[in-house]
């Protein structure tokens, strides 16, 4: 990698990140209405998810997998090859380094969830929804995401999914100011 691509990488992935707070999705996280619903008085009335719609989520997954997708050169697992390219000095690659560590602990961490009765990961739960129904049909996810659409659990599994997605592009955004930081060290305009 060029320091010219790395540069370009860099700038990417702050106009990614700006679009991806932009999105409907970001607003309706940030308002914190999401959640499963349940009626108890009114056991005939089926549960009902607040927060971002089927339309919202495709959205933002549309551009969030290029953070996570590592032949996109704005991905989390290039972002040190990026920033070597770039000149960062040692201090900034080892953050940038720590950053990847940070994300993929959250991600093979346990989840909140259990699936019969085994707990999943929060990294399952995300590549089940984005290579099995939304970004992707890589056919092992997509026929557990098949099997969780017609789960009563799918809207709590759904809900848990936009929490991660949120989890995940509050990183993006923190890493978005770092990288303008390195930047303007580096005395490159951000854009």
Do not use: C
């Amino acid at each position: 990698m060029t320091r010219e691509d790395a540069i370009r990488a860099i700038r990417l992935f702050i106009a990614k990140a700006d679009k991806l707070e932009s999105l409907e999705f970001v607003k309706l996280t940030r308002e914190g209405k999401r959640g499963v619903v349940m009626w108890p008085y009114q056991p005939n009335r089926p549960l009902e998810r607040a927060g971002p719609g089927p339309e919202a989520i495709d959205a933002f997954v549309l551009t969030f997998r290029f953070f996570i997708q590592n032949n996109e050169p704005v991905s989390f697992g290039n972002l040190p090859a990026v920033y070597e390219a770039v000149g960062a000095n040692a201090e900034e690659r080892l953050r940038i380094a720590k950053v990847r560590t940070v994300l993929n602990g959250y991600l093979d961490g346990e989840s909140s969830l259990k699936i019969h009765e085994r707990p999943v990961t929060e990294r399952h739960v995300l590549d089940v929804f984005m290579w099995g129904g939304l970004a992707h049909s890589h056919h092992e996810h997509t026929a557990t995401f098949e099997r969780w659409q017609s789960s009563p659990m799918f809207l709590a599994l759904e809900n848990h999914f936009t929490t991660i997605l949120e989890t995940v592009m509050d990183l993006i955004l923190w890493v978005r100011e770092y990288h303008k930081g390195v930047l303007a060290r580096l005395e490159i305009d951000v854009t």
